[in-house]
Every structure is written in C-alpha cells, then in structure tokens.
C-alpha cells in the first residue's frame, strides 16, 4: 500500500488554509503613523490619509523549517530528504515535534483617516482581516517515515486546520491633558464576519503491517459562507461547492471588538506605555457541516483461490480504509460564540540627554490565542537625525526563538512610505547542511529553521501641521 496516499488528504487539512499583525519593530519608529494599532494612546504627528496601500502586513511562522526535512546525503553527492532510506527514522524524527503547528496571517487596510490636533486625535478604519492555524501531529510525519515498521500504529488524532476573514470597522480618539505628559486612548471595532471554516480530528487511529491494516476516524468540519458548501464529487470524495453569484453573499458572523492604551511621562525624555487590542468576541454561524466517522479492520485475503485477482483485492482494500477518512455532508447548522484573540503590551522609551535625536527602549508582548500563544520581548534603539527620516532596530526574544527587527519611516512632501519587518535570528536564503548548499528557490529567501517573520508597509498622505511626539 502506498502510505503517501493515505496521509495525503490529512496534510491538506492541515495545510490548504489561509491573522493580523501589527509589527513590533513600528513602537520605537518616531512618525509612525500607524503607532495607535500597537496602543491607542500613541498618537501620529500629523493627519494622515491612506487608501489601498495604507498598511498592508503579512506574517508567517511554524515550528519547522527546511533543515528539519533535508540532509546531506551519505553518499556524498548533493542533499535529499528525510524520508530517504539512507537517513535513519532516529535522525529524522528528532526535530519533529509531537505538536506542530503554521500560521500564516494577513491584513490589508482598506481606508483609513487620522485628524490631529493640539491634545488630541480621532482616527477612523476599514481593515480586512484573516485568521489562519493549522496543527499536524508528530504521528503523521512518523508514518512516512516508518509505515508498516514496528508495528505500524499511529495516532493522527488532533489535526486541524482553521480560518476566519472579516472586515474590521475601527473609530479611535486619544486624549492628552494640558500637560502633555499623560494620553488615553481607545478604539471600538465592529466585525463583519466575511467567512470561516475549520476542520477537526478528535480521534484518528491508523494501524497498518504486514497482517492487518485498521482505522478508526473521528472528525468533524464546518463552514461559515453563504458562498461555499460541502458537498461529494462524482466519485464519492469530499469536495467544496462555490457559489459564483456575488447576490447570494450574506454575512456568516458579527463581532465587536475594543483596544485601551494609556502613554505616561514621567519626565520629559521618558514615556512609558500599556495596553490591549481586540478585547472582544466573534459570533459565527455555520451553513455546512460535514463529518467523517467510522472504522475499518482488514485481517487478511479470505477465500483465496486460483482465480483471485490479488491486487484487484488489496486496491479495493486500500479504498475502503481510505473511505473512512473521507467527508461527507450532513444537515443542520452550527453556531459559535468564542472570545477573539487579544494582544496586550507594554513598553518604555528613553531620549538620551544630549543626543536627543538617538532615543531607546523596550517593549514586551504577549497574543492569547487558544491554539499557539505567544510572547515578544525585545530592546531597540531609534535614530531620528531630521524630522523626515527615522530609522529603528530591535533584538529580543520570543517564543519561537531570538528575534531581530528594523523599521524605517521616509517623510517628502505630503507622502510617508514606511516598512518594518521582523524576523528570528537564524540562517536564511542560500544555507549549508554539512558544506552542502541549498540554492535560493527562485530567488526567494526561505526558513532553514524554525520561523516566525513579520512585514509591514504602508504609504500614506500625511497633511496639516506637525505635532511633535516626544
């Protein structure tokens, strides 16, 4: 039987699905327009407009990376992967984890306005947000290594895959006393739930050797689209129906959401700052169910005489334990009412007497998200020589591994172009396992390990006059 075959369906669960980040690197940043999104209280030198490209972000990050699934070959001549026969199941399950997860998150601000004023500012978006999270156990990668060795048993239960998109309806107002050394702010959001779907294994046991090849399967999907369906292609395999009529779309959910920020100055030269984003929750309701549920024993050929057509019979075998993983619709609806995933921070910044262009500090962030928490913590120093130029860098930790960050904000005219990105520390683009290099792939720098990188850019209009943020 071909062991590729069976896993494949479940690593496309895992992996076939597509949240929003603001970068960290952009708090040090001096003219960051988007400052406010890390915490409210942080308010932009002057008003800005964007539209289209205003912010747009992307991250990714998993606990695998390329030098988890290649190796030098023994023979000497080039790299091949670790399902190789030459590379022992020790080696290549060593790096495996036993829970593995991917996220790749996205947002794109649609609009967004900010009017500035002497203590004050109001800010006003539309975003458009996606969630992703995907988790594949150790086990999967256990039996394309192994298959019908020691015995053959593995546990495939937990796999699951998840997404969500929204659009986000944000006001913000931020409010500074006369003194200038204390700032409120916050921002209410209102969610319109575009679409959602998740799929989850609470039990798939797969038992495969030479004498007996079992399953028991357990697992559920749902989604939340009034576009898309489950439904079962001609030859019974699970599939996904769209509806190609933009008339039918209706919402799949609404939420609400809300960020709280305060800045304090203690002293001139220093501010310190705390707070929480998306503090809310997330109603969703589910056309389209499907389940996949049932078990299969196979103990051998019975019956076998001459005119048994053997492989015919191990085909048909190897269909029906595959049967068991498959989909199928069921009726009904579901509904959900779960909290969002909310961030919270808190940071300090330090101008430096003499050399008030040159400015330090830190920032420490934790996500709650139920399927992979995370936390950020890092220091940074920022150069800021005209008031048309920043330019920011940061090292720290995090729970994916070392992390180093830069950010950049260019002011001519009336436009601001700013970038920032973060990345762990580690090799990237052409690397060497055992002095053999792995080339770039198609010019494109890949993870070689473990991985968690962030990009943000973004090209406003900035009008008005400039209030300096200290």
């Known amino acids: 039987m071909k062991k590729i075959t069976i896993l494949t369906a479940a690593i496309a669960l895992a992996f076939c699905t597509s949240a929003f980040a603001q970068t960290q690197s952009g708090y040090f940043l001096d003219n960051y327009v988007y400052g406010y999104r890390l915490n409210p209280a942080i308010m932009s030198e002057k008003a800005f407009f964007g539209l289209g490209v205003g912010n747009i972000d992307l991250t990714g990050k998993s606990d695998l990376g390329l030098s988890d699934f290649l190796y030098k070959n023994p023979d000497g001549n080039g790299l091949v992967t670790g399902l190789n026969k ?75 895959a998840s997404l969500d998109s929204y659009l986000e309806i944000a006001l913000g107002r931020a409010y500074e006393n006369q003194k200038g050394n204390f700032t409120f702010g916050f921002r209410a959001k209102f969610l319109l739930g575009l679409a959602a779907a998740d799929i989850n294994a609470s039990k798939a046991n797969l038992t495969i050797n030479e004498t007996e090849a079992s399953a028991n399967v357990n697992a559920s999907g749902r989604i939340a689209c009034s576009l898309a369906s489950f439904a079962t292609d001609p030859d019974g395999n699970w599939a996904v129906n769209f509806n190609q009529d933009p008339a039918a779309f209706r919402p799949a959910g609404y939420g609400g959401a809300v960020d709280l920020g305060i800045r304090w100055k203690p002293f001139k030269l220093l501010s310190i700052t705390a707070g929480i984003s998306d503090l809310g929750c997330m109603y969703w309701k589910y056309n389209s169910l499907a389940e996949a549920k ?20 191990l085909n048909q075998m190897q269909k029906d334990l595959l049967s068991v993983f498959n989909f199928s619709p069921v009726s009904g609806i579901d509904k959900s009412f779960a909290m969002l995933p909310f ?46 130029l920043s330019v920011s860098a940061n090292t720290g930790k995090t729970s994916h591994g070392d992390v180093c960050g830069a950010a950049l904000s260019l002011s001519l005219l009336f436009l601001n172009l700013y970038v920032a990105a973060d990345a762990y520390q580690g090799p990237l683009g ?5 002095g053999v290099n ?5 010019g494109v720098p890949y993870p070689v390990d473990a991985f968690n990188y962030r990009i943000n850019v973004g090209l406003t209009m900035q009008l008005g006059k400039r209030y300096k943020v200290r």
């Open 86 to 160: 030459s590379i022992s199941a020790e080696d290549f399950l060593a790096n495996i984890k036993d829970a593995n997860n991917l996220a790749v998150n996205g947002g794109v601000n649609l609009i967004s306005f900010g009017a500035r004023k002497e203590h004050k500012m109001s800010t006003f978006e539309i975003n458009l947000r996606a969630n992703t999270a995907a988790y594949l156990p150790g086990d999967a990668f256990k039996f394309l290594k192994c298959g019908t060795e020691n015995g053959g048993s593995y546990d495939l239960s937990s796999l699951s």
């Open 294 to 313: 049932g078990s299969y024993e196979f103990n051998g050929l019975e019956d076998v005489g001459p005119d048994t057509d053997i492989n015919a019979e």
């Open 343 to 388: 961030t919270a921070n808190a940071g300090a910044r330090l101008r430096l007497p003499i050399l008030s262009f040159i400015s330090v500090g830190g920032l420490a962030t934790y996500h709650y998200d139920a399927l992979a928490p995370w936390y950020d913590c890092r220091a940074g120093v920022t150069v800021t020589p005209f008031s048309w």
């Open 430 to 434: 052409v690397y060497a396992i055992d």
């Open 438 to 442: 792995i080339p770039y792939f198609g």
